[in-house]
């Protein structure tokens, strides 16, 4: 296999954990970029969900890196031998092909030695190697993850059965990669390997060597998503694992979305997230609303704060979510459908210069959500997703300028334990 296009050049370590870069040769012809730490696009069925390509081209800082599903297309895909992008009209992006859909559940129990299952929306697919690289060969993504047996993030897995999670893994991998390497079609493109482990120490870290030691371009970090395990753990596995892995190849994590976890992740040593949480975020009808500004500008006294700036001067529902309850409201939000919001002629955030935030308020998308009108999920992705972006370009700063603990206190909001209390 020819040497990886991408790569990571980093301009900064903090402490060395919190990595401060840009991810270079990104695409067919390596001429796309992407800053570190950053958040890819999230699609679902190839769109970003409720926007036309339209809509999502009016927002600034967007990623340019698509992620799209490889359970959503199987039923489709062998239509379009085209290939994927020129069907979903994702020309300019680069695509990036996940096994799983990180807002949606999936349900264990049904991996085999030979076999893993992804859910589309016509129920379960059971993919071999043969049939998964057959699909990557339709896609023709820029980069995709290799399959992986990604069962054990439950608690109570056996030290046993996480041990045959990173052997089946490997085995994976190495069969996607001796395919890989002799298909015409997927010349150019790239392989992450998935790192797996459960919540086994020992586990991570052999699973950490043996991948680094195969030619992959990239690591995806499995098993560690929101629910799975508390941070402090999250935090420790992450840490043993990037001790395994080349300073040069970028580490995205899987299925971590909400604003603290993603900024303890970063601290450890991640690259890459995924963007589902402005999705579900826009699904339970609320809007993102934290503060994360970390620049104050003594001049704007008694002016509109500026974007990521909120002081709502409300009691926000706990942080905490469990895999069996991704409905759950969180720290981040406001809940747009309560009646206190009926008579609120404020934007959504005071100072964020959204399309939905320059021209509508609360007691607008209020009625939007309880009369069930579809705009409503529109204005709310677009300021999800805006808002959501502007989290991470804070976060660059942050690490770009020391002011790491700072923007924590925003994120956090600076409310002592008033996140703990239940609204």
Not at 50 to 70: A, E, F, G, I
Not at 247 to 252: F, H, T, V
Request: glycine letters at 8%; hydrophobic letters at 35%.
């Amino acid at each position: 296999m020819a040497g990886s296009r991408i790569k990571l050049e980093l301009s900064r370590v903090v402490q060395g954990k919190s990595r401060l870069g840009v991810l270079k040769g990104l695409g067919r012809t390596g001429q796309h970029s992407l800053e570190v730490p950053g958040c890819l696009l999230y699609t679902h069925f190839g769109t970003v969900p409720h926007l036309t390509q339209d809509t999502l081209h009016t927002l600034s800082n967007l990623s340019s890196v698509t992620q799209v599903t490889l359970a959503e297309h199987q039923e489709v895909l062998e239509e379009f031998k085209d290939g994927f992008k020129k069907f979903a009209g994702l020309h300019d992006t680069v695509l990036y092909c996940s096994l799983h859909d990180p807002a949606a559940p999936c349900p264990p129990g049904y991996t085999t030695n030979k076999t893993v299952s992804v859910w589309g929306s016509g129920g379960r697919i059971e993919l071999t190697v043969a049939k998964f690289m057959a699909l990557q060969k339709t896609v023709r993504p820029d980069w995709y993850q290799s399959m992986a047996d990604g069962e054990t993030w439950q608690s109570n897995t056996s030290r046993k059965r996480v041990r045959k999670s990173v052997d089946r893994t490997l085995a994976h991998l190495d069969e996607c990669l001796l395919v890989h390497q002799n298909s015409q079609e997927l010349q150019g493109v790239e392989v992450f390997g998935v790192v797996e482990g459960g919540d086994i120490l020992e586990e991570r870290v052999r699973s950490a060597r043996e991948t680094a030691k195969r030619p992959v371009a990239g690591f995806c970090l499995d098993g560690l998503q929101t629910g799975s395990m508390d941070q402090a753990l999250r935090t420790q596995l992450i840490a043993a694992m990037t001790k395994e892995l080349p300073e040069d190849k970028p580490r995205l994590l899987q299925g971590v979305g909400r604003p603290d976890e993603v900024l303890a992740c970063a601290e450890a040593g991640v690259d890459l997230f995924e963007s589902f949480f402005p999705f579900q975020v826009t699904e339970r009808g609320c809007a993102l609303c934290f503060n994360f500004d970390i620049s104050p500008d003594p001049e704007r006294a008694g002016r509109a704060p500026p974007a990521g700036v909120v002081n709502t001067g409300e009691t926000q529902p706990n942080g905490d979510v469990t895999l069996d309850d991704q409905t759950q409201m969180t720290s981040f939000e406001i809940n747009l459908k309560d009646k206190r919001y009926q008579d609120d002629f404020r934007p959504l955030v005071g100072g964020c210069g959204c399309y939905c935030c320059q021209n509508h308020q609360r007691a607008y998308l209020h009625h939007l959500l309880v009369t069930n009108e579809l705009l409503a999920g529109v204005l709310l992705m677009i300021h999800n997703t805006a808002h959501y972006n502007g989290f991470f370009s804070a976060l660059r700063e942050a690490i770009a300028n020391d002011k790491l603990d700072l923007l924590k206190r925003r994120v956090l909001g600076e409310r002592g334990g008033q996140t703990e209390r239940k609204e």
